[in-house]
Structures are given as C-alpha cells and as structure tokens.
C-alpha cells in the first residue's frame, strides 16, 4: 500500500503544511526526497536524473520511492511547489497587508524577498532552466503561484499610491517589474560576485524601492 496517497494532497499530490504534517513520518520522508532530488536537479539537469539516481541519493529502495512520489515529473513540480508556498506563507504569517504604512509594507516585503531568492539562488536558477519539461496542468499552476505574488505587491503599492507615498502611473506593472528584479542576483550572479551577500541585499533593495519611493534613502 502506497501510505503516503493516503493522506488529502493538495493540486500536486502534496501533504498539507500543518504542524502533523511534519511529524508524519511518510511527509518527511517526501520531504526528503524533494530535497536529496532537487540537488540531483541542479547538479546534472531533470533530464539526465533517472529514478535510480534518487534513490540512491535518498538510500531509498527504488521500490519504495514510489511508495512517496509517484514519478520524477512528480518530484520537478513539488520542488516548484516548495519555492512558491513559503513566500505566501510569510506574507500571511507577519500580517504585511495588515500594515498601516505603505513604505513599511514595501521595504519589509522586498528584504525578505530578496533573501528568499538569494538564499535558494540554485533553486532558482534550476527552475528557470527546467519549466520547459513542466506539464502544460502544472506550468499553469506556477504560472498562478507567480501571479499571486505580483497581486500581493500590485495591492501594497496600489495603496500607497493612493495614499500619495508611492508614485508610479501603473502598479500592476510596477509589481511586475519588482519581482523580476528580485529574481536578479540568481540570473546575474556571475557578474555581481565582487559584493558580498549584504552589500547585494542593501543595493538590491535600495534599487528596487527608489523605483517607486522618488525620495527613498
């Protein structure tokens, strides 16, 4: 029997993050088999990964890898899924649309970005170069993932445009503009390698929110 199917999966067939969650023993071994292949991933590409690879990264018998992850595409798409879920989940967890002050939403919401992408910049990088082989269901659901975090941002600058902090003439295309410069340090890495991981966040963000604070400091 398969243990790990039955337990409710959300849109791809992951345990929902709830603190019994973590104490199942067939979630962290999932756990574990999304890490040990995301590095295989990075390391030799999705395609040149076989099921065998995983397995003997996980010391897993290649039988009872199946008994966690239904397929390799299975794993690519949790791997996206573990990148998106804890930036969401942050904004919730800090109550960052609660704010009453739009800058402080703003500068607090980049800086914790920023050091979400820089600390995973490999994760990063792998899905950027492997979206391609992601099934049209699931490219669609990251695709979303990626609009949600746009929304967050359109809303709080939205906002404080309303309120006359911010200026820019579209929010919606100013969120867009931000979050890829998020993404920045992980697509330009090998031309920034003479700053150090704060110099990096201090400019990055310095940068990103004099785009919409005309006399940000």
């Excluded at 791809?12 to 962290?28: M, N």
């Excluded at 919401?109 to 979206?131: G, K, W």
Aim: proline share 4%; glycine share 4%; aromatic share 10%.
């Amino acid at each position: 029997m398969k243990q790990a199917k039955t337990v409710k999966r959300n849109s791809v067939g992951r345990t929902p993050k709830t603190a019994g969650a973590f104490s199942d023993p067939a979630e962290k071994r999932r756990l574990l088999i999304v890490k040990k292949a995301t590095r295989l991933f990075i390391k030799k590409g999705y395609s040149q990964t076989t099921m065998r690879d995983i397995a003997r990264a996980t010391n897993i018998n290649l039988g009872n890898l199946y008994n966690y992850i239904d397929s390799k595409e299975d794993i690519l798409c949790l791997s996206f899924e573990d990148y998106h879920d804890p930036a969401m989940e942050w904004f919730e967890r800090e109550g960052i649309m609660k704010l009453d002050d739009p800058r402080q939403q703003l500068e607090k919401s980049v800086r914790r970005m920023l050091v979400m992408i820089y600390d995973v910049m490999n994760e990063i990088l792998m899905m950027y170069r492997e979206t391609r082989v992601l099934p049209p269901k699931f490219l669609k659901i990251v695709l979303q993932k990626e609009n949600d975090l746009i929304s967050v941002f359109e809303k709080i600058i939205a906002g404080g445009a309303a309120k006359k902090v911010f200026h820019v003439r579209d929010p919606f295309f100013a969120a867009n503009m931000l979050v890829f410069q998020l993404s920045l340090f992980p697509l330009r890495s090998w031309n920034l390698k003479k700053y150090t991981r704060e110099e990096y966040l201090d400019l990055a963000q310095e940068t990103i929110i004099k785009a919409i604070i005309s006399d940000a400091g």
